[in-house]
Nanobody, 122 residues
Framework: QVQLVESGGGLVQAGDSLRLSCAAS????????VGWFRQAPGKERVLVAA????????YYADSVKGRFTISKDNAKMTAYLQMNSLKPEDTAVYSC???????????????WGQGTQVTVSS
């Protein structure tokens, strides 16, 4: 089992950058595939980025390609989502999720953080 805690959200202006962190505790983080999801008000939760446990594969939603970068530091047991050139439509609650030995980005994630709010003003 792994516990996840997100941080780094906040209020920024369009064009700014933020880096979200997902700190893990518990089991060996190196064996976990990690995904970052977001949910805007009145909308469904969607996967925006993911990295497989080996680090060999990453996934980005079309809406964030070229602007967001997911990474994972197994020694620090932390995953990151670097968000550049933020837009008002990126406003959402961002949550990280993890699954042990998840084979792909759309694995069934069983472990979730509590979420962090990102608000981008125009």
């Amino acid at each position: 089992q792994v516990q996840l805690v997100e941080s780094g959200g906040g209020l920024v202006q369009a064009g700014d950058s933020l880096r979200l962190s997902c700190a893990a505790s518990g089991r060996t983080f190196a064996l976990y595939t990690v995904g970052w999801f977001r949910q805007a008000p009145g909308k469904e939760r969607v996967l925006v980025a993911a990295i497989t446990w080996s680090g060999a594969n990453t996934y980005y939603a079309d809406s964030v390609k070229g602007r967001f970068t997911i990474s994972k530091d197994n020694a620090k047991m932390t995953a990151y989502l670097q968000m550049n050139s933020l837009k008002p439509e990126d406003t959402a609650v961002y949550s990280c999720a993890a699954e042990r030995l998840g084979s792909s980005s759309n694995t069934n994630y069983n472990y979730w953080g509590q979420g962090t709010q990102v608000t981008v003003s125009s």
